[in-house]
């Protein structure tokens, strides 16, 4: 079945330490995006990319980073400039231009410890 | 110190009971809007949509209505059952980003 995967579900991280999370998705849409969700908050935009090697900063882009060497993958890296990183992430897809088909992982949660 | 997160708004109804869930939205250039429901821990699920062309929206067992005067969104759950407890939210866009709603929890008592 096509979907979108986030992994690992749950993260634990050490004050000053870099963490990737992995998003993979197989349905051939070209546009990904990142998001955090903090407990009585909207959904906020972190990075988008509509194609490989692209990709654009959302409303709350530091201390974040992202690549996009794979149609497939959009990796998120929360690093140690963050400083208060300790959210629910969650990674989506579109195909290119239709904004309106999205498609959501089913999220990473991240603590620092 | 540690921060407090905000409140979500909570509904709360008997089974079977009709609900209703309400959004008010920010932007009067959006012209297509969603509604979400999200269990804990889960990313969100889609339940319906709407454009700016239209009212009214029927789904199984869900309404949407849009009030664009107000700009005003709502979901109606009909027969609402214990499964349906969860967060929903809404969003809106002009085409170019999705704005999301904070949500609303909804519990449904058996």
């Known amino acids: 079945d096509g979907g979108i995967t986030q992994s690992p579900k749950y993260l634990f991280r050490k004050e000053g330490q870099n963490v990737t999370l992995s998003c993979e998705q197989n349905?051939?849409?070209?546009?990904m995006y990142w998001y955090r969700q903090d407990p009585g908050q909207g959904l906020r935009l972190i990075y988008y990319?509509?194609?490989?090697?692209?990709?654009q900063k959302g409303d709350i882009a530091e201390g974040y980073s992202v690549s996009r060497e794979k149609k497939e993958s959009f990796p998120l890296t929360v690093t140690s400039a963050q400083k208060n990183p300790t959210a629910f992430y969650l990674c989506?897809?579109?195909?290119?231009?239709?904004?309106?088909?999205?498609?959501f992982g089913s999220g990473t949660r991240l603590t620092v410890v | 110190g540690e921060s407090v997160g905000l409140h979500l708004p909570t509904l709360s109804v008997q089974e079977g009971d009709n609900s209703i869930i309400n959004c008010a939205y920010s932007?009067?250039?959006?012209?297509?809007f969603i509604w979400y429901k999200q269990e804990s821990g889960k990313g969100p699920q889609f339940i319906i949509d709407i454009r700016s062309n239209m009212d009214k929206r029927q789904g199984q067992r869900v309404t949407v209505l849009l009030n664009k005067t107000v700009k005003h969104l709502s979901l109606q759950i009909a027969a609402t059952q214990p499964g349906d407890s969860a967060v929903y939210f809404c969003a809106e866009t002009t085409g170019n980003q999705f704005y999301f709603g904070t949500g609303t929890s909804l519990t449904v008592i058996p």
């Open positions: 932007n009067s250039a959006s012209d297509y």
């Open positions: 990319s509509q194609i490989v090697n692209d990709f």
């Open positions: 349905l051939n849409h070209d546009a």
């Open positions: 989506a897809s579109s195909l290119r231009g239709d904004i309106y088909g999205y498609t």
